[in-house]
């Protein structure tokens, strides 16, 4: 069980106390700068503000504690937003719980299985598509609280959403929208000035100060939530509700595939600031305990955060040991702070939110695979980037998968070919090759098939014919690396086809993996051990000697 050993282990030995001192430097930091966004993402995916805070205390310890990268930050992430707030309007809370639990038994099961390579299988233009599709989303859900709208409640659905918005739109606070605009300059400005400030506690401390000194009428934490308290939830076990486990089945899968995506490709980012490689199926399983932990004590579905763990490189942490101490420190904050974070105005939150969509929405990526990729490729990015606008994440996933399977398939059978066999001066032809090559008998019909033979190109062994006085039929198959039970029932249906007509076939250099099947489906003993040549050469003078 190696590949599941948590990197911990591997830090800590020769770990130094000057290394701790930096670790503990970069975690506190990574902490000062996850408090705001902890808190913004858990309002905008519809749950109290410290449900956030939860999150990266419980998920990013165990994450650190159990995962495979030295330098991964665990918590919530803009990604999850839009199919928790989903969730949430659906099943409530309670159905958050155990998505959430799920969600991270799926994590664990991947880990355990080995899955963790397997993740880098989901295109590109997938991932493109629904990380703007999210950022969207996650823009458009923070103009009430951006602008001050007076509306009772938001729909979960984007068009319902907009149509709502339009309706309540002469309800504009603009003193509550002046806050929100000094919160969003104070953002884009500040990191050109110093990396090392953390924009968006500097834009809650300016905004908040504004709005207390001056007394102005705009909506915060408080006056919307309530108080907050300042204690630790206890360990809460949901129900076991098995037509509520059914029906969170696939947006907990969703949640599982999104936080092994984000998590892998935080990993993949890290590796590559500090020189090392992390371990993919402790990480899974890292992740998974994490999304356990965070489900049992009030939190909400958690991932590796990329710009958090960059910040954690930059700031001098190297082992998960910043992970830790950035966990630490956000349960001392919520221990001794939380009652001050009910002043934080909504307007600010909704900026910093804003600034993070607007970051996930990589535009220019999106404009050159539109410009640039193949058609087929530009449609999987356009679908799944409006479904997940549109509809939500689970539906965009799963369309998506099928639409790139059935472009790769289409693919793959464009690359399968059968034709007729003649010598014509080919490069890849040994002399005595194509001597035998040039003088084979009429009576024998050549055929070279190339490319993997699967249920989509299957069909195309009816290509294979043969004249009146075709004797033997020879198929060339050193070029096809695998076949699959499509293909197998087609070569069955070729061998009837020839047998009726008197035909012998024989076949040259078979690979490995289709001679393993055709054994197995016992097509090979049909045909007959002796039918099954190792090369071109042999094969034809097998022919030969057949038609004699």
Known sequence: MNYLKPKLFECLKGYSSKQLVRDIVAGVIVAIIALPLSIALAIASGVGPECGLYTAI???????????????????????????????????????????????IILIIMGVCKFGSLIKYIPY????????????????????????????????????????????????SWVTLAIGVLSVAILVLLPKLSQKIPASLVAIIVATAVVKIFDLPVATIGSVFGELSSKLPSLSIPSIDFAMIKNLVS???????????????????????????????????????????SGLFGGIPATGAIARTAANVKNGGRSPISGIVHSIMLLVIVLLLMPLAAMIPMTTLAAILIVVACNMCDWRSFGRLIKHAPKNDSLVLVVTFLLTVVFDLVIAIEVGVVISAMLLMSRLSDVTDIKPWRYEGQEDVSPDEAEQLMRVSKEIRVFEITGPMFFAAADRLAAIDSKRYTKVIVIRMRSVPSVDASALRALNSLVDRVEKK???????????????????????????????????????????????
Not at 68 to 97: C, D, E, K, N
């Open 502 to 548: 008197g035909i012998r076939i024989v076949f040259s250099h078979v690979n490995e993996q289709p001679l393993h099947a055709m054994q197995k489906d016992g097509i090979f003993d049909r045909v007959g051990e002796a039918n099954f040549r190792p090369n071109i050469t042999e094969a034809l003078e097998y022919a030969e000697s057949l038609i004699k």
């Open 58 to 104: 419980f998920a990013g310890f165990c994450i650190s504690c159990f995962g495979g990268s030295r330098v991964q930050i665990g918590g919530p992430t803009a990604a999850f937003v839009v199919i928790i707030y989903g969730i949430v309007q659906q099943y409530g809370l309670p159905g958050l719980t155990l998505a959430t639990i799920m969600a991270g």
């Open 125 to 172: 233009t997938i991932t493109t598509g629904f990380t703007c599709g999210i950022g969207v989303s996650l823009l458009v859900g923070q103009i009430k609280d951006f602008l001050g709208l007076q509306m009772e409640s938001v729909p979960s659905e984007f068009i319902e959403k907009v149509v709502a918005y339009a309706k309540n739109i002469g309800s504009i």
């Open 251 to 293: 947006p907990a899968f969703t949640i599982a595939l999104l936080a092994g995506i984000e998590s892998l490709l935080s990993c993949v980012v890290s590796d590559s600031m500090i020189g090392d490689r992390h371990n993919s199926n402790a990480e899974l399983v890292g992740q998974g305990i994490g999304n356990i932990m």
